[in-house]
C-alpha cells in the first residue's frame, strides 16, 4: 500500500493524501460486516487551504478536448429537466423528470427514440423514480415506486419483462445474473428493525445477500440520500453510499467488497447508521465549513475518480490515480472556448466525463466582453434559442 501524503495548492482549498494505492483489496468479512480497515481512504483535509491566486481550474488539466452537443429540439422533442444521464456505446439515455419519459440521442444529440409508457396499463408506469441502462443489451429499466416495479423495455418502447419490488428502494441495477437494491435510509415493513440497504436477487431466486444493515431510527429518515448509488467501473459494478461515504465492489456473486472510503478530516460530524442527527445540525456544519459529503456524484474509470462534494456549495473532486493527485475545485473553465463550466457531474465513462449545461445559461455569455469566447463555441451558441433542449458537454479526458 501507499502511504505517502499530497499536498497540491488550489484555488479554494487543499486536499490532502490518498492512503493506499487505488486497488482495492478484495477481501471481506463473515456476516457481511466490514470495518474501515478494509476500505481504501481517501483523506481529504479542507483545513490546509492555500489560494492559487486566483487562478481557476482549466479543464486542460485533464482534458484534451472538449465539445459541445446540443440535443435536438423540435414542437414533439422537448425535455423539461434532466434528472439523469446515462452513456452507453455513445448513446445518451436521459430521463426527464418534468414528462417521465427516457429519451435517447446518439452523439450528435440527434433524437434515436423514446420509453413514453406513463399511465396504469400493464405495461405502463405510474411514474419514474430510478432507471438503469444494461451496459450490454441496452434495455432500458424502470423503477416505479407507485407500481412497486421494475419495467424492463426494449428500443421499440415494447415491454420485455416487469419486475415486483416487495420493498421500498431509492436506487438499482441489473445484471447479467443479478439485481442489486439500494433502500438508503428508508424502512421497509418487516425491515424496519434492522433495515436493509443493500439487497442483491438472482434471478427467479428469493431476495438475499442483505448486507450493509442499520437500525431504523426516525431522524435517518431526514439525511436525504442519492438515487445514483450505482455506477461502472469498466464492466464492474460499483455501489455509493453517500451517507457514510463509502463505496462498494459488487462481484459477479451479487455479494459487496469494500472500494474506496472518503475521509474528509475537517468534519465535526459523524453520521452512521445507528447514530441520531438531524439536518440542522448539518446544514448549519456545512454553513461553518465543519462538515463535507458526497453528493450525488462518484464515478471511476482507468485514470481518474471523479465525485461531487457539498460543503455548504456543490464542488468537484478529481483524483488522479497514476500520480495519486487531488484537485478539488469550486471554480472551473474550459480554457479550450474560455467558457465557465459548473461543478456537477453527469456521467464518467472510460474515456469522457459529462456535463450539462442550458441554452439560456449560454446565450448570455456572447456579449459578456470578458469571457471572449471562442469562435466555434459562439458560432454554435448563436444558433440556439433560449427554449431549445439542454446542451450536453463532453469532455474527453487525457
Not at 67 to 72: A, K
Not at 182 to 191: F, M, R, V
Amino acid at each position: 500500500m501507499c502511504n505517502n501524503k499530497f499536498l497540491y495548492t488550489f484555488l479554494l482549498l487543499c486536499c490532502v493524501g490518498v492512503l493506499g494505492c487505488f486497488n482495492p483489496k478484495e477481501s471481506s468479512q463473515a456476516e457481511n460486516k466490514f470495518v474501515d480497515s478494509l476500505f481504501n481512504t481517501i483523506s481529504i483535509d479542507f483545513n490546509r487551504v492555500e489560494n492559487r491566486s486566483g487562478r481557476p481550474f482549466n479543464i486542460s488539466e485533464i482534458s484534451d478536448t472538449v465539445t459541445y452537443i446540443p440535443l435536438q429540439t423540435n414542437d414533439s422533442i422537448i425535455i423539461g429537466n434532466i434528472r439523469r444521464l446515462i452513456v452507453i456505446s455513445d448513446t445518451m439515455y436521459i430521463w426527464d423528470d418534468t414528462s417521465d419519459e427516457i429519451y435517447c440521442f446518439n452523439s450528435n444529440g440527434e433524437y434515436i427514440y423514446r420509453i413514453s409508457r406513463k399511465g396504469r396499463g400493464y405495461d405502463e408506469y405510474a411514474r419514474i423514480m430510478d432507471f438503469f441502462v444494461h451496459p450490454e443489451s441496452c434495455k432500458i429499466y424502470i423503477y416505479s415506486d407507485v407500481n412497486q416495479k421494475i419495467y424492463g423495455y426494449n428500443s421499440r418502447s415494447e415491454l420485455v419483462s416487469q419486475i415486483d419490488i416487495p420493498f421500498t428502494i431509492k436506487s438499482f441495477a441489473v445484471s447479467e445474473h443479478f439485481r442489486s437494491y439500494y433502500s438508503g435510509a428508508i424502512p421497509n415493513g418487516e425491515y424496519d428493525e434492522g433495515a436493509l440497504q443493500y439487497v442483491y436477487r438472482w434471478e427467479s431466486e428469493r431476495e438475499q445477500g442483505c448486507q450493509l444493515p442499520f437500525f431504523y431510527q426516525e431522524d435517518l429518515l431526514k439525511i436525504a440520500s442519492s438515487n445514483n448509488n450505482f455506477s461502472y467501473y469498466n464492466d464492474t459494478l460499483l455501489l455509493t453510499d453517500y451517507i457514510t461515504a463509502k463505496t462498494y465492489k459488487i462481484h459477479e456473486d451479487g455479494k459487496l467488497f469494500p472500494r474506496y472510503s472518503m475521509n474528509f478530516k475537517s468534519n465535526l460530524i459523524e453520521i452512521d447508521y445507528n447514530s441520531r442527527i438531524s439536518l440542522n445540525d448539518i446544514v448549519e456544519a456545512q454553513k461553518n465549513g465543519t462538515f463535507t459529503s458526497l453528493h450525488n456524484s462518484f464515478f471511476e474509470n482507468d485514470k481518474y475518480i471523479f465525485f461531487n462534494f457539498s460543503r455548504g456549495i456543490i464542488g468537484l473532486g478529481i483524483i488522479d490515480k497514476n500520480i495519486n493527485k487531488i484537485n478539488c475545485e469550486y471554480f472551473i473553465i474550459d480554457d479550450f472556448s474560455n467558457n465557465t463550466l459548473n461543478t456537477s457531474i453527469a456521467y464518467v465513462d472510460s474515456e469522457c466525463m459529462y456535463k450539462i449545461t442550458e441554452p439560456h445559461m449560454l446565450i448570455p455569455k456572447l456579449n459578456n466582453k470578458r469571457l471572449r469566447l471562442s469562435p466555434t463555441l459562439t458560432k454554435q451558441i448563436e444558433k440556439m434559442s433560449e427554449f431549445d433542449n439542454p446542451v450536453i458537454i463532453k469532455v474527453y479526458l487525457k
